[in-house]
């Protein structure tokens, strides 16, 4: 009953940040409605956490503190984001196409996956359908995509600081799953066809 309980409150205080977010982000855009970047800032944050709402509970899941601050500081991190107009590194429109390549990435992924998602790292089952025949974990390639639009077209030492955490902790939220998944042999013989966990031939 205890676990049942911390997984209602979990994801009914995850939709509250998710609320609150998205009207701070409306807020500013209907402020400057040529920031299309803002509109798919929350369209990726719904994208992100809106549908781990409805994720299947995991038989095993990471509940380690380091993991547990990892893996949420890496999901809500937008809600750090300062979403006030900064600099302009890059046309408006260049932003948004990369922000819209990262969402329909994710997308992808996610279809995939179908409801195998999640905050934690978690055995949900092994997939090695569609974008999990390129790399191990796809979705993160969009997370990138989409932060990296974002980021160019809102530029400050605020954002910086917050999507320069972000990637780190990206990057031990994927260690720390593949540490959960190894201990499967229908993971273990995935990763053996599967070479690289996001890029192809870097990482």
Known sequence: MSEASVEV????GAALMLSFFAYGAV???RAVPT???LLLVVVGAFLTVGLSLFARVPTKRDWRPFTFI???GGTFYFLAVQLAPGVQLVPEMIGASLQLLGIIWQLFAKMSLRRSFGILPANRGVVSRGAYRFVRHPMYVGYFLMDTGFLLVN???QNMMVYGCQ??????RIVREEQLL???DNYRIYRSKVRYRVIPGVF
């Open 35 to 37: 920031r299309i970047t």
């Open 9 to 12: 409150l979990t994801r009914v």
């Open 182 to 184: 190894s201990a499967d």
């Open 167 to 172: 990637f780190v902790l990206q990057i031990v």
């Open 155 to 157: 530029f400050g030492i």
């Open 27 to 29: 807020v500013q855009w």
């Open 70 to 72: 990892c893996s949420i």
